[in-house]
């Protein structure tokens, strides 16, 4: 390993909270991060087009269809698995596995703690399938805009009746700016 290398791993591993030994620590853990940096990117910016062409209701239809596909586009881009999950959901498809639960929780916790959420990220190797693989989490916060307008605790009733259309057994609704609204979760097979 160079020493240039060596240096980002170490400084990589100082500053990445739940990340295991320095011989675990894989060289790419920048692809998830950028994986999800682009996704949010892309989601935030279809959303905002959205409303501005055709209201809240147009940019409920972009969280059913687009992000999906956004979500795939950036994990395949990079040869992850990139997904949206958090402890109230909107889609039940987007329910958190146990590992995602437990770093959601902790999550909360800290956030409740004083942590800025914007510092927090989880990174842990773990095996799945015999397969070396990292498992990656980055909070995402409920944001006024556009978020407030699908998931705040006063919603439109054009609004309401959509989601309830389409998801009838929400519970991603009541997120008050500032909150943790769920995370971004990342799959990379190492071997």
């Known amino acids: 390993m160079t020493r240039k290398r060596m240096a980002v791993a170490v400084l990589v591993l100082v500053l990445t909270p739940g990340l295991g030994r320095a011989e675990e620590l894989p060289a790419d853990l920048g692809k998830a991060r950028a994986a999800i940096a682009g996704l949010g990117e892309r989601l935030k910016s279809e959303l905002m087009s959205a409303m501005a062409s055709g209201g809240p209701v147009a940019a409920i239809g ?9 979500s795939k586009a950036a994990g395949d881009q990079g040869g992850l698995t990139v997904r949206r999950t958090a402890l109230k959901v909107r889609n039940p498809g987007n329910a958190p596995d146990d590992f995602e639960r437990r770093v959601l929780e902790d999550f909360a916790v800290k956030i409740m703690a004083g ?21 990656y989490m980055k909070p995402i916060i409920m944001a006024d805009q556009p978020c ?44």
């Open 62 to 70: 972009v969280c059913q269809t687009a992000a999906p596909a956004l």
């Open 148 to 191: 407030s307008v699908c998931h705040g605790g006063a919603l439109a009733d054009d609004v309401k009746a959509k989601v309830s259309a389409l998801y009838p057994d929400d519970q991603a609704i009541g997120f008050k700016p500032g909150e943790l609204r769920g995370a971004f979760s990342v799959l990379q097979r190492l071997d």
């Open 115 to 135: 942590t800025p959420p914007g510092a927090l990220e989880h990174s842990e190797m773990v095996t799945i399938d015999g397969v070396r693989t990292l498992r």
